[in-house]
């Protein structure tokens, strides 16, 4: 029997179609929730990516402003830039696309951005508070992670999760935030030993890697809820995920596919902050 597929392009459909009912909220109170993208450089995924968010944003009620920066423009003009979106009281959330050329630190950049305003969830006191069970913002894709467990009401505390993958975007913050719902937590990365005997155990297993096809079906366990949040373009031009889909979704429970899974979520949730932003700013007036 095959597993319940998530389609995370319905869920975020969903959210979306909430998230617009609160745009609407906001501008009967004479507020529209502003987020500001900073795309420094021409990196094509980039471009499309901020284009992506630009698109949904409008489409929800958010407006968005892009500043787009050359890529030889210096660290201190960029932060600059961020000091005065930080008091543009218009402007509720920001985000700063990565990767930053070379010449860039990143974790000043990010720390630039004041924290009230930080809808990606990667400044470094959000990324704190998330390791006490406090941040302010949920990083955006395993934020949509954990929306997609819920949507299908699968069981999560008391459950082993297992997360093959330890980036500060997906990894780390997945397992934090499964931790604090009361799942068992083993973090597996790449110089995990015969990685097999961890993710056969896992009930809830998430997979970040980059590689494409790595987790079979062979390495699953009977049942399992599988989130694939790797996506990777093979030669051919085609996507796929970090899990062999066609074999795992034959054994777990419940999989998610790529394209169309976690992906959709990610910007989701992106806009799910900058409402949320947006609405603590009115409340505070």
Partial sequence: MSADIID????????????KIRAEN?????????????????????CIYV???????????????????????SQETVLQHIHALNANPEIHGILVQLPLPPHFESHRVIAAIAIEKDVDGFHPCNVGALATGNALFYPCTPYGVMMMLK???????????????????????????????????????????????????ADILVVATGKPRMITADMVKSGATVIDVGINRMDDGTLCGDVDFTSVKEKAGHITPVPGGVGPMTITML?????????RARAAM
């Fill in 8 to 19: 995370g392009n319905a869920i975020a459909g969903k959210i979306r179609a909430e998230l």
């Fill in 271 to 279: 806009m799910s902050n900058a409402i949320e932003a947006a609405e």
């Fill in 26 to 46: 906001l501008a009967q109170h004479g507020m529209q929730s502003g987020l500001a993208v900073i795309l420094v450089g021409d990196d094509p995924a980039s």
């Fill in 151 to 201: 949507e299908r009401d699968v069981l999560i505390e008391g459950q082993h999760a297992v997360v093959v993958g330890r980036s500060n975007i997906v990894g780390k913050p997945i397992s934090l935030m499964l931790l604090e719902r009361g799942a068992t937590v083993t973090i597996c990365t790449s110089k995990t030993r015969i990685l097999a005997e961890h993710t056969r155990n």
């Fill in 51 to 73: 284009r992506n968010k630009a698109k949904a944003c409008r489409e929800s009620g958010i407006r968005s402003e892009v500043y787009n920066f050359p890529g030889e423009t």
